[in-house]
């Protein structure tokens, strides 16, 4: 079925209902639902109209069941994603069950997720510390009602155009800090929800369903004082000498596939070295080759 068809059928649908179909016992023509008779043909031989009547010069149709059938059937999806898209997140206990400690931040996000009004989290630190991680697994329980960013929206249409058309429940942004000017301007009122209208088109956004955003940022002195306020920022610290112990014992068991008794010694040998989780899988994916000591001295690591 071609793009179109699907509106097509609709507006010969409300041509029927509109008009009594008694009194037209030959059926309606291409005259009367003003669609090319061309196209009207295509649709009869693809089975979604019935030819009713056919002379040298009438050719009647009326819809057929198939024809029917896929505008309720498009009206059923149609009813679905709206439906979708105003239902509450299911938020399960093991949503981040991936992230190692951090248990303060999964309280927070969790009751972000399921207020029923937005409150927006930036999370700030270094490197390494599982922001990414978090967006990922709300974007793994939201599905469709999420639109994931690095930075800015990757379409020429800009972000703007992406909510407006995916009207999404969760905007979740990665590397804040790298978003561009025109994103940034659209992002600020829509973060603060309600009716909008895009300056430069005139175009309306209507957030009906206000939008909640939660994004990820290594840096904050970039970021302008009017978009830090709109969000509540939780500032990460770089791990101590005991969190660094647990997430690289456990990401390198976890995630790398490493016994634990490597992991162990991976993970004493750089809490000395590093802060640095990603150090620790470099090091856990050469460890075979070079064997960890050499691995951490070839890597520069603590150097
Ligand atoms: N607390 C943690 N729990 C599980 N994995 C972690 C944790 N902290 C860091 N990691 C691991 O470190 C790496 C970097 O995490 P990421 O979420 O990309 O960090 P960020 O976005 O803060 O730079 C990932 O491989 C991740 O699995
Ligand atoms: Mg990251």
């Known amino acids: 079925m071609k793009e179109g068809d699907i509106q097509l059928l609709n507006e ?5 209902q509109e008009h009594d179909m008694e009194e037209l016992k030959m059926g309606w023509s291409w005259r009367h639902v003003r669609v090319w008779p061309a196209t009207l043909s295509r649709l009869f031989k693809d ?15 009326r819809l057929s069941a198939l024809g029917r059938a896929m505008i309720d059937e498009t009206k059923n999806t149609e009813a679905i994603v709206a439906e979708n898209s105003h239902k509450p997140l299911s938020v399960s206990d ?25 409150v927006h989290v930036l999370l700030a630190g270094p490197p390494a510390l599982a922001k990414s991680l978090f967006l990922w697994d709300i974007e793994r329980i939201a599905g469709e009602k999420a639109i994931w960013l690095v930075g800015s929206a990757t379409s020429k249409a800009g972000l703007w155009d992406v909510v407006a058309e995916r009207q999404p429940q969760i905007l979740l942004i990665d590397e804040l800090d790298k978003m561009n000017a025109a994103d940034t301007a659209a992002l600020l009122s ?4 309600g009716r909008l209208v895009r ?14 955003v939660l994004a990820a940022s290594n840096r904050l002195n970039v970021l302008s004082p009017e978009l830090k306020s709109r969000f509540a920022v939780r500032k990460l610290t770089a791990y101590n000498r005991s969190d660094y112990l647990s997430v690289v014992k456990g990401v390198l068991v976890s ?8 992991a162990g010694e991976i993970a004493e040998r750089l809490s000395n070295l590093s802060q640095d989780v990603r150090d620790a899988v470099r090091v856990a994916r050469l460890s075979s080759q070079l064997g960890v000591a050499k691995a951490i001295k070839l890597l520069g690591i603590g150097g």
């Not at 995630?255 to 490597?262: A, C, I, T, V």
């Open 94 to 118: 093991n949503l981040f069950s991936d992230i190692i400690g951090h248990e303060d931040i999964k309280e927070l996000l969790i009751a972000c997720l399921m207020a029923e009004k937005p």
């Open 12 to 16: 010969i649908a409300r041509f029927e």
């Open 47 to 61: 089975g979604y109209l019935d030819n009713v009547f056919r002379s040298n010069s009438y050719t009647g149709y």
């Open 190 to 193: 829509m973060m603060e929800g």
């Open 199 to 212: 300056a430069k088109t005139g175009r309306e956004l209507d957030l009906t369903n206000p939008l909640r």
């Open 255 to 262: 995630r790398e596939s490493l016994d634990k008794e490597l």
